[in-house]
């Protein structure tokens, strides 16, 4: 093993750490304010200011308006999807091309035009008090054609009609525009389509006349009057709400305070923010209390809260609601984001209007749907159902709109960091100034692999050519032949390579051209196996375009050793070896994420465990200049006894050696201290023979098992063991669904068992994300095995231990654990013990 690294240097930032004099607020603060910490000089260092002409919300204040009313400004596009859109929600279109295909698109058609074309035009114009603006994507003065250009995958003939009104919507409304800046009488107006796939243009042309294209820019200026006006309203009344905001405790928590003034000082700064906080202090509302003070002078539109799991947007929500009841009425609208599984009502029904009641007539319903929904501030699931079942419209679809005008969006991370994150994409859009928090973080590293990579089955491929029709199934058959051609000489049954086959990439890609054309053409007949293998394709082939050594390798796994050795001949006419997946699997997401933290005007990632800071710091993609809080533990060392079982070795191959001490051990302690503990172990096939040798020798002892799978009632079933009165053991996988994010305080947990170094598996695929942080940062093993193991022991131990009165035990069951370099990483307020080894395990342990 190494040396335990350098960390990396915390930021620059001045008196990051200092309290600001208004975090608080409010001529009560001061007197409730603990008398230990006096007010600080205002020394610390502001973000920067906001310039009047920048765009940052869909409807913004303009200082320099000529007009003596307060003046509003919106982009093209938000205001035509305000207005413009019409009839049912209809997902049968092809999915849009990436974002890199709609550039490369739009390149190819300013290509194709002559030299005095202009392409982005800036345009501006005003009805009353709304200003409107936006980017035309082109203009020809020779011809005097205004262009609105829109790439696309498929049939155009079957692109629902609601599409082509709004891109209508949006091209008459630049053709206005540009009138008005030329002084023009009539104006040609073209909505160019580009087939990607064929690099075709369909070019749909009309003429009008300026007085008709003002009509109808007013029309639609007229639409959004109202609602401007009611929308500056409400971030009026909310800014002024934020900037006389109190903390809705008698005061903070020890250690809460730190954690809030670094995020804070971090908004004032304009800062990403990497802040470990132990458990137990509340960090929830110590993140989400001085973003919301900060946000009215650093002009921020939106704040996201991101979870990894379920009872963390619960917390977040829970926050919010007594944050808001702390004040004189609430103001902020606080939008709950479901996934669409999770929200559909009709899980059986399509999403178009010739299935699915809801989404029939969806946008000639929704305005009234919206108005309804922002009477009020809570934006949660049970409320958005509410007002959805009211006016018939779909509740998922509903609060994708909302996302438009919420304060505050509560959701998972991929919400704002997955490769189609609907937040991202809205704030990049609309030019927001976004605070993003994120709970959990250590979570990121995992889940941001998981959001770029794809993978897809030999299976699947199988399962989509038997659904195919002639034409798809020939060209399922080209990609069959190019994926056997790739498993043919190897040998191993994992095996990493340096490029991505260009001829199977190609012939993918025309397989999903053929699909697309199918799927457009018989919208109502397409089987679940074939769209399941054209969206996985899809996902395949834009990981494809943002592939890189870098960040990434190209694998290919076969379904056992020596499993390409043994073809098989299958009815498609082409061999087959073995169950084989072709992945483009990412193994360092910091390139991606940068761009995340980027378009943020601030970012805290916030967890207990971010230990080591330059682990996280590399592999997230935190950018040089961020800053970093380590808050000290308000906990003491007497609250924790930490106890090393040095004599035992749970490595796999003392697996089965280990058994009888560790239970042994868990006995003795149950014995000495009965009550509710937790034994944490590395997997479920070591679970079940633990829990079995335990019942075995000690039936007397309650215990209970994680299993595989459980649901979300079987979950709670497992935790209601632990009561204040309750007795007994309950077994469960370290990194799993009771390993973090569950709060056992007092008497329902008083300890735990942790009988795991949590190290990854040893095979392949980490074996190569091991070479690739070796290669990167120099610290292969550790990036790749020591430090994700820890943290999860780490998570797991901090369930003990959840307030100042709590008592507990800790037992860290192998010799490895009394190593310098792994109890380096252990919390520093711990105090560790190790065991005296019985004399019999030392002898067995010294002859294995």
Request: proline share 6%.
């Amino acid at each position: 093993m190494n040396a335990q690294p350098q960390e990396r240097p915390a930021c620059a930032v001045k008196n990051l750490d200092q309290r600001p004099d208004d975090l608080e607020q409010g001529p009560e603060a001061a007197a409730r304010r603990p008398k230990s910490i006096a007010p600080e000089p205002d020394s610390i260092v502001r973000g920067p200011a906001r310039s009047s002409g920048e765009s940052t919300s869909p409807i913004q204040a303009c200082e320099d308006h000529p007009t003596p009313a307060a003046a509003y400004t919106i982009a093209v596009r938000a205001l035509c999807e305000f207005g413009a859109r019409r009839g049912d929600l209809d997902l049968r279109f092809t999915p849009a091309p990436s974002a890199r295909e709609g550039i490369a698109g739009h390149a190819w058609v300013r290509s194709q035009r002559g030299a005095g074309y202009q392409a982005e035009v800036a345009l501006s114009g005003s009805f009353r008090h709304l200003r409107v603006r936006g980017r035309a994507d082109g203009y020809d003065p020779a011809r005097n054609r205004l262009e609105e250009i829109k790439t696309y995958r498929g049939d155009l003939r079957h692109m629902p009609e609601n599409h082509r009104h709004l891109h209508w919507a949006q091209a008459l409304t630049y053709a206005h525009l540009m009138c008005e800046r030329q002084g023009l009488a009539r104006i040609e107006v073209a909505l160019v389509y580009f087939d990607i796939a064929a690099r075709r243009e369909t070019v749909l042309a009309e003429t009008h006349e300026a007085a008709e294209l003002r009509r109808r820019f007013e029309a639609l200026c007229s639409s959004f009057l109202d609602w401007s006006e009611q929308e500056l309203a409400h971030r009026a009344r909310r800014d002024a709400a934020l900037a006389r905001l109190s903390f809705p405790y008698p005061g903070f928590r020890e250690g809460q305070r730190p954690l809030a003034v670094a995020v804070y000082n971090a908004a004032r700064a304009g800062l990403c923010l990497g802040a470990q906080a132990p458990t137990g202090i509340g960090k929830t509302i110590g993140t989400l209390f001085p973003l919301l003070k900060a946000a009215p002078a650093q002009g921020l539109d939106k704040i996201f809260f991101l979870t990894a799991k379920t009872p963390g947007r619960a917390l977040a929500l829970q926050a919010l609601q007594r944050i808001e009841a702390a004040q004189d009425a609430p103001v902020l609208r606080v939008l709950e984001l479901q996934a669409r599984d999770k929200a559909c009502e009709h899980p059986d029904k399509a999403c178009h209007g010739e299935s699915c009641p809801l989404a029939q007539g969806f946008y000639d319903r929704l305005p009234q749907a919206r108005a309804q929904a922002l009477q009020g501030t809570r934006l949660d699931r049970p409320a958005l159902r509410a007002v959805a079942a009211q006016h018939q419209v779909c509740p998922y679809y509903l609060g994708q709109d909302l996302m438009r005008w919420c304060d505050v969006a509560v959701g998972d991370f991929n919400y704002y960091f997955d490769l189609h994150a609907p937040l991202y994409r809205l704030a990049q859009d609309y030019e927001w100034r976004v605070g993003v928090l994120v709970d959990e973080a250590h979570n990121l590293l995992e889940r941001a692999r998981g959001m770029y990579t794809a993978q897809l089955h030999r299976s699947q491929l199988a399962a989509a050519r038997r659904a195919a029709p002639a034409a798809a199934r020939r060209a399922l058959d080209a990609v069959a032949r190019r994926w056997n051609a790739l498993c043919a000489d190897q040998t191993e049954a994992y095996e990493a390579r340096d490029e991505l086959p260009a001829a199977f990439i190609a012939a993918l890609q025309r397989a999903v051209g053929v699909l697309s054309d199918e799927q457009d053409a018989n919208p109502r007949s397409a089987d679940s196996a074939l769209l399941r293998f054209y969206f996985d394709a899809l996902h395949f082939l834009q990981l494809a375009e943002l592939y890189d050594r870098a960040h990434s390798v190209w694998d290919v796994s076969l379904a056992a050793p020596g499993a390409a050795g043994t073809a098989a001949r299958g009815q498609e006419g082409a061999t087959v070896r073995g169950q084989s997946a072709l992945c483009i699997r990412n193994l360092i997401p910091a390139p991606f994420l940068a761009e995340r933290y980027a378009a943020a005007h601030t970012c805290t990632l916030f967890s207990a465990t971010l230990t080591p800071w330059a682990y996280y710091a590399d592999t997230l993609g935190l950018p040089a200049q961020a800053a970093w809080v380590d808050v000290a533990s308000p906990f003491k060392a007497e609250q924790l006894q930490v106890r090393i079982a040095r004599h035992i070795s749970t490595r796999y191959r003392h697996r089965q050696a280990s058994l009888a001490p560790v239970v042994e051990l868990m006995a003795q302690q149950y014995r000495a201290r009965p009550g509710n503990y937790l034994a944490f172990l590395s997997s479920f096939d070591y679970l079940g023979q633990l829990a079995g040798l335990f019942r075995q020798l000690h039936p007397d002892i309650p215990a209970w098992e994680q299993a595989p799978s459980m649901n979300e009632a079987e979950r709670l079933a497992f935790l209601e063991n632990f009561t204040d009165q309750g007795q007994g053991i309950g077994f469960a996988v370290l990194g799993g669904a009771f390993a973090e994010g569950v709060d056992l305080p007092g008497r329902r947990l008083i300890g735990a068992f942790i009988a795991t170094l949590g190290l990854p598996q040893i095979n392949p695929v980490n074996e190569e994300i091991m070479r690739r942080m070796d290669a990167a940062f120099g610290r292969g093993y550790d990036y790749a095995y020591l430090y994700p193991g820890l943290r999860k022991v780490v998570q797991a131990a901090g369930r003990i231990i959840r307030g100042h009165d709590d008592q507990g035990v800790l037992y860290l069951i192998d010799d490895r654990y009394d190593r310098a370099q792994v109890r380096g990483l252990l919390p520093p307020w711990w105090r560790v013990e190790p065991m005296q080894a019985p004399r019999a395990a030392s002898e067995n342990r010294a002859r294995a």
